[in-house]
């Protein structure tokens, strides 16, 4: 295993107001690591500095050793479309396309040709047993099947890190859990990791990895003795 990202001192203020200060974290291919914190505590603003999304203030984030901030722009949103993937809490369907077509964009954004990019999109919504919706919009289908079709894009490419914020704080608890459920064992069996933010702890508790955020402070989790 390779470590792919790994974030040294982060701080990140809005204006004069720190949002993130002085986390450390550090992923490995293939693992997950989640992040719980009450509302306002700073775990979006800290996925979307790890993810590049977000100018951070100091410290830097290391993607396969490269840091981030050495990029240009055209260089970071060229790795975050090819490199990463993100799932958020209302997956954000683009409602004109069809399953097939939402779940196929990251493959047609980095170039791959239409057929592929939707044998691709077949294949992993096939997985997640989505196969007989492909044909429908986003507004043909449930709440936890487009948080299913969410998932699919997220990793339709396979991404070395999935960014996922709060994926299934939109859902029910059973479907939540299934959903995440499928979304991990998926992610895990073809080596992509994922930086999971979540306020549920059930939720985390699946993680390889767990830290919590409290005022901006990220603090690992030691793992309990058994
Ligand atoms: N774009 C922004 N401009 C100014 N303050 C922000 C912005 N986004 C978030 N904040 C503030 O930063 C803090 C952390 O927010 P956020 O990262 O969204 O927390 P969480 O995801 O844990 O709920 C909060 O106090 C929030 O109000
Ligand atoms: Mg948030």
């Known amino acids: 295993m390779s470590e792919v990202l790994y974030a040294k001192g982060v701080d990140l203020f809005y204006g004069k107001t720190p949002a993130v200060a002085n986390a450390h974290i550090s992923l490995f291919s293939g693992e997950v690591a989640a992040i719980t914190g009450q509302s306002g505590s700073g775990k979006s603003s800290l996925l979307y500095c790890l993810a590049g999304v977000l100018p951070i203030t100091r410290g830097d984030v290391y993607f396969e050793g490269c840091s981030l901030r050495s990029l240009d722009d055209e260089k970071l949103s060229t790795l ?3 490199r990463f993937g993100f799932v958020f809490q209302y997956g954000e369907l683009l409602p004109e396309l069809t399953i097939e077509e939402n779940t ?3 493959l047609r954004l980095a170039g791959r040709r239409k057929g592929d990019a939707l044998d691709a999109a077949g294949e992993i919504l096939g997985r997640l ?4 919706l492909r044909k429908r919009r986003p507004s043909q289908v449930s709440g936890g099947q487009s948080q299913r079709v969410a998932v699919a894009r997220a990793l339709v490419h396979k991404p070395a890190v999935v960014f996922a914020d709060e994926p299934t704080g939109s859902l029910d608890s059973s479907n ?3 959903v995440l459920e499928e979304f991990l064992a998926l992610a895990r069996s073809q080596g992509s990791a994922v930086v999971l933010v ?3 702890a059930q939720v985390a508790a699946r993680a390889d990895n767990r830290y919590t955020m409290s005022d901006g402070v990220l603090t690992a989790q030691m793992e309990e003795a058994s």
């Open 80 to 82: 975050r479309r090819e």
């Open 198 to 200: 979540t306020h549920d």
């Open 104 to 106: 196929a964009l990251p």
């Open 129 to 132: 047993g989505l196969a007989d």
């Open 176 to 178: 939540a859990s299934a």
